[in-house]
């Protein structure tokens, strides 16, 4: 079954301990993006990766980190958490960036909460 | 830069009634435009889509025409339903995706 595989669905963690939230997919897609969703707010972008060992900004990389080191996976990574990243997190992964009809898959979404 | 702006919500309807729920969009070159549904718990999932000005893009019953004169894609559905029950967010594309703040729809029996 072709899908989008994040894990944990649920975290609890306290301010400043590190975590990763993976996430997976097993279409061989070359794009893949990290989202946030906050009431009001809708989705924003954090990171996105145009393949394998390319990684760029979105609209709110700070205090994320992510790495592309094989296609099917993209990580992200909060070194020292806050409360103000308590949000629901999703990765979605597409065939191609850049191509204007290209559907993004995504996966069932994370919720953190930092205290 | 691109975005797109929706209606705001809640929008809390009876089974079997008339939906819209209006989008608006602005960028800079000829984007796709996207309709997406997350249904209580779930993740985003594809409902419709249109590449270019005048296509229809339509599933479920719920239909939405790219109109590039007003720069809109309002999503429609002539009959509701209980389980139509989520949240719906347009979205465009052009280099990138941008998501509009999401419309929560809520279908009473």
Known sequence: EAQVTQNPRYLITVTGKKLTVTCSQNMNHEYMSWYRQDPGLGLRQIYYSMNVEVTDKGDVPEGYKVSRKEKRNFPLILESPSPNQTSLYFCASSWTSGRISNEQFFGPGTRLTVL | ?109
């Open chain 2, 1 to 109: 830069g691109d975005s797109v702006t929706q209606m705001e919500g809640p929008v809390t309807l009876s089974e079997e009634a008339f939906l819209t729920i209006n989008c608006t969009y602005t960028a800079t070159g000829y984007p796709s435009l996207f309709w997406y549904v997350q249904y209580p718990g779930e993740g985003l999932q594809l409902l419709l889509k249109a590449t270019k000005a005048d296509d229809k893009g339509s599933n479920k019953g719920f239909e939405a025409t790219y109109r590039k004169e007003t720069t809109s894609f309002h999503l429609e559905k002539g009959s509701v339903q209980v389980s139509d029950s989520a949240v719906y967010f347009c979205a465009l594309s052009v280099n990138d995706m941008r998501f509009g703040a999401g419309t929560r729809l809520t279908v009473k029996p």
